[in-house]
C-alpha cells in the first residue's frame, strides 16, 4: 500500500474512533494511538527510510499533512472538555440558590376542603346556588318575612328591587328542592355578603357551607349525632359540645351548637363572653312552612339543616384572631398553610 492510501486509512480510523469517543481520557488514548512515540503515524515515519529518493519527498508531505490535521482534531476535541472544565472551576456552589416560592393553600380554601371531606364521608353530594339571587330564594321561601329584620337595607346588599346578594347559603336549600325530589342530601359551600361595618369579627363577605338532608322519620337526634360526629373529626376526639334553643324562620324547632372553647386567658374570657362555649353553627328540623314553599309534602317527609360560617371554624382551629386577615392577601399570614 502506498503512503497516501496508508494515510487516507489512518485519517478514516482515526476520524471513527474520536466520533466514537465521549471523554476527555479516551481522546489521549487515541492521541497516544496516533501520535505518540511508538504510534501510527511514527511507524510510517520510520517507512519513508526505506522509500526511493524520489518518492521520498512526496510521502513526507502527505504524513507532515495527516500529522498536522490530526494534531488539529484532537486539539479541538479536547479543548470542548478543557473549557467545560474551567467553565466549573469559575462557578462559586457556594452561593446561594435562586429561590422556587412554593404556593400555599388559602386557610379558607383548606377548612373548606376538610369540611367537604367530612361530610362527602356521610354520603353528602355538593351544591351550589347563585350568590346573586331574588328575594324569594334568599327570604321568602325560608320564611323570613317582609318585616325581618335580616331584610334591613343595613344588612342585605340589594342589587335591584327584588334582587340581592344572598345573605347566607341557605338559598341553596330553595334551588336545590325545586330541582329535586327527595331524598336529598346536600352540602352547599359559598360565599355570602352582608352590609356590616368591617371589624376584627366581620367582613362584608364570608364564607358558609350549608347542610340539608330530607328523607323519611328523620330526627333531631339524627341531627345531633351528625353535628357531634363532624365536630370530633374537625377539632379532635376531645371536643366538648353543647346545643342550646335557638330560633331561625326556616326550622322548627332550631338550636345552635356550640364548642367549650375555655376559660384560661383573658381574651379567652372575652371571646366566650365569660361562658367558655363558643357558637359554631345554626342548625335545627325544617319549617313545614318551608316545604310548603317548595311543595314537598311535609306529612312524608321530614329533614335537618344546618349552617356554619367557614371563617369561624378556620379562626377557632387556627387561632386567628382578626377576621380581615383572610382578605388582605399578607404573605406572611397565608405562608403558614400547606
Ligand atoms: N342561615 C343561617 C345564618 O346565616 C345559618 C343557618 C341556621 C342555616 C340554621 C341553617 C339552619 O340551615 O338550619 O345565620
Known amino acids: ?48 527510510q526505506s522509500l526511493p529518493r524520489s518518492e521520498k519527498a512526496y510521502a513526507g508531505k502527505q504524513i507532515n499533512d495527516i500529522k ?41 380554601t383548606l377548612v373548606s376542603e376538610q369540611i367537604k371531606d367530612i361530610f362527602s364521608k356521610l354520603g353528602f353530594s355538593l351544591a351550589y346556588g347563585p350568590e346573586v339571587d331574588t328575594e324569594f330564594f334568599n327570604f321568602d321561601a325560608l320564611n323570613i318575612k317582609d318585616d325581618h329584620p335580616a331584610r334591613d337595607m343595613q344588612d342585605t346588599f340589594y342589587i335591584e328591587p327584588g334582587v340581592v346578594l344572598r345573605t347566607h347559603t341557605s338559598n341553596t336549600q330553595i334551588h336545590t328542592m325545586l330541582k329535586k325530589d327527595p331524598p336529598i342530601k346536600i352540602i352547599a359551600p359559598g360565599r355570602v355578603y352582608r352590609n356590616e361595618d368591617i371589624s376584627v369579627r366581620s367582613y ?88 310548603k314553599s317548595v311543595k314537598i309534602d311535609s306529612e312524608k317527609w321530614t329533614g335537618y339543616a344546618f349552617g356554619m360560617g367557614i371563617e369561624r371554624m378556620a379562626m377557632l382551629k387556627y387561632g386567628i384572631h382578626d377576621i380581615r386577615l383572610f382578605y388582605e392577601g399578607d404573605i406572611r399570614v397565608l405562608r403558614q398553610f400547606r
Request: aromatic share 14%; with cysteine; proline share 5%.
Open 1 to 48: 500500500m502506498s503512503i497516501k492510501d496508508q494515510t487516507k486509512k489512518i485519517k478514516k480510523d482515526f476520524l471513527e474512533r474520536l466520533d466514537n469517543c465521549s471523554s476527555y481520557d479516551g481522546s489521549q488514548i487515541i492521541k497516544n494511538d496516533y501520535l505518540g512515540r511508538k504510534g501510527k503515524l511514527s511507524e510510517l515515519y520510520s517507512k519513508l
Open 68 to 108: 498536522i490535521f490530526l494534531s488539529q482534531k484532537i486539539e479541538s476535541f479536547t479543548s470542548s472538555f478543557t473549557e467545560k472544565k474551567s467553565d466549573l472551576d469559575k462557578k462559586d456552589f457556594t452561593l446561594p440558590g435562586d429561590p422556587h416560592p412554593l404556593g400555599s393553600i388559602h386557610p379558607i
Open 204 to 291: 362584608c363577605l364570608f364564607h358558609q357551607i350549608e347542610g340539608l338532608y330530607i328523607d323519611k322519620n328523620v330526627t333531631f337526634g339524627d341531627l345531633k349525632g351528625l353535628l357531634n360526629y363532624f365536630a370530633k373529626e374537625f377539632f379532635g376526639e376531645n371536643v366538648k359540645t353543647r346545643f342550646r334553643p335557638s330560633f331561625f324562620p326556616f326550622t322548627e324547632p332550631s338550636a345552635e351548637m356550640d364548642i367549650y372553647w375555655g376559660l384560661e386567658t383573658e381574651s379567652d374570657y372575652r371571646i366566650t363572653k365569660g361562658t367558655g362555649w363558643l357558637e359554631i353553627l345554626g342548625c335545627g328540623m325544617v319549617d313545614p312552612e318551608v316545604f
